[in-house]
């Protein structure tokens, strides 16, 4: 499909090697991984994030940017390759589009397209090992682990979501809920404000909540723009932090499992579903009463993905990662960011609460991926540190001090957001340490006077 590229081959340097050798390592994990998310998958009677990845080959797939992973692969290819790359692919989804509707095998809730994306995905990595040789062989290769590490990762998450369901039948919305006044009760207050502004404000919300996932590719198509052309990815990017947070924060979820308010204390987001397992059928009217909290069950179905809110950690990170970028990419990351945090709180998806820790997280995730990157030092060994015992003491304080919490608003709520804000400033201050310095300009040498 693409054509062959003549380059030698050349042998590894000694400052190459420990970087093969942690990049295999890292490769051995994160399969060990998927194969340990498969198995805990199917012992909970549900196919694993291999096997869900393995049948959109030829099956319609399900949600997911595949399409999205495709355009991070093909930034490796040059403009030629890719227009083949989209009319392969746009050809094979047409292709099984028509088998199935000839064979009757079409349903409407199927996906039309999808399949092509993973196949041109697969194909640049046959491509890679059978046509490139050298550096060319390596970086396609790269092209192809960026993009099925995005694909993967939803699959990933959606695995981890469920477990996360099986795993703890009681959830602990009453503490967070309780630890919420603190801050006003938010949630509440947005969830009133949404209803004032429906339909349009509520549209609005929606479309960027669920095409969060297109915002990061765009950002991260405008940092990896040059690839083709020097031949070699930039040292850190968006996708790197935004996979980083989707692999941790579901496992946060198992040591802090809350489903959210529009579950625990609302309807649900079907309407009625809910209804049976909440608390009470509060949500956004009435604020909970002040009480002693405790666990409560909740079904098996729904995740427990509220602390902290992985939504407005990667809107925090894709904001991050704008600013560098052109004047309308900066106010682009700046409204999904703003408009991120109005839908997690005005759907009742997550608590105020849950917000403070997600920018936490992300900072301290998107500072420890740029010390790995430009070498660890005392000013990123201190900031991490710091990151992530002021993350610990939030959730610390949301299961064990939620009543005093409570009681005293006027004295936690401030502290609440000047931990976040303390998080906030320590990355802007150690960044800006780590960023190169303008040389200050030449004065030209005064000439000599002539006599």
């Known amino acids: 499909m693409f054509s062959s590229r003549i380059s030698h081959a050349t042998h590894l340097t000694p400052d190459r090697r420990p970087r093969i050798v942690l990049w295999t390592a890292a490769g051995v994990v994160a399969l060990g991984f998927l194969v340990a998310l498969e198995l805990a ?8 994030p291999i096997t869900d990845q393995a049948r959109e080959v030829i099956f319609p797939p399900k949600p997911g940017p595949l399409y999205g992973g495709m355009a991070l692969t093909m930034v490796v290819l040059t403009w030629r390759e890719r ?8 050809g094979i989804d047409l292709m099984f589009a028509l088998v199935r509707w000839a064979a009757g095998l079409h349903t409407p809730s199927d996906r039309l397209f999808g399949n092509g994306a993973l196949w041109v995905i697969l194909g640049c990595a046959v491509i890679a090992l059978t046509r490139r040789s050298g550096q060319e062989r390596v970086l396609l290769l790269k092209g192809v682990g960026l993009g099925l590490l995005l694909v993967t990762g939803r699959k990933t998450g959606d695995t981890w979501l469920l477990i996360t369901a ?16 603190a801050l006003g009760n938010p949630s509440w207050l947005a969830g009133r404000l949404l209803e004032t502004t429906a339909p349009i404000g509520t549209y609005v919300l929606d479309l960027v909540y669920a095409q969060l996932a297109v915002a990061a590719i765009v950002v991260a198509l405008y940092q990896l723009r040059n690839v083709a052309s020097e031949r070699r990815f930039p040292s850190h990017h968006l996708v790197r932090t935004f996979l980083v947070i989707g692999l941790i924060g579901p496992g946060i979820y198992m040591i802090f499992p809350v489903v959210g308010p529009i579950f625990a204390y609302g309807p649900g987001t079907s309407g009625t579903g809910g209804v049976e397992w909440a608390v009470a059928d ?9 009480g002693i909290p405790h666990p409560v069950p909740y079904d098996g179905l729904t995740p427990r993905n509220c602390v902290p809110s992985l939504h407005t950690a ?30 997690t709180l005005g759907f009742g998806y997550h608590y105020g609460v849950d917000l403070l820790a997600g920018v936490v997280f992300a900072l301290t ?15 990123a060994t201190r900031f991490v540190a710091y990151g992530t015992t002021v993350f610990a003491a939030l959730l610390v304080s949301y299961r064990y001090l939620p009543v005093e919490m409570a009681e005293h608003a006027w004295l936690a709520g401030p502290l609440l957001v ?23 300009p030449q004065q030209p040498e005064p000439q000599p006077a002539l006599a």
């Open 166 to 181: 099986k795993a703890h039948p009681n959830v602990l919305d009453p503490y967070v809920a309780t630890a919420d006044h």
């Open 83 to 90: 227009f083949i790359a989209v009319g392969a692919a746009v």
């Open 418 to 440: 000047l931990a976040m804000a303390s998080v906030i400033y320590g990355y802007v201050r150690t960044t800006r340490q780590w960023d190169p310095k303008a040389a200050p």
């Open 41 to 48: 998958a199917r012992h909970y009677g549900s196919p694993g």
């Open 314 to 343: 990667w809107a925090t990170a894709i904001f991050i990662h704008s600013r560098k970028g052109p004047r309308l990419l900066r106010y682009a990351g700046t409204f999904w960011l703003v408009c991120t945090l109005g839908a």
């Open 365 to 379: 995730i998107e500072g420890a991926l740029r010390a790995l990157d430009r070498g660890w030092d005392r000013s």
């Open 282 to 290: 509060l949500w956004p009217h009435t604020p909970p009463a002040l």
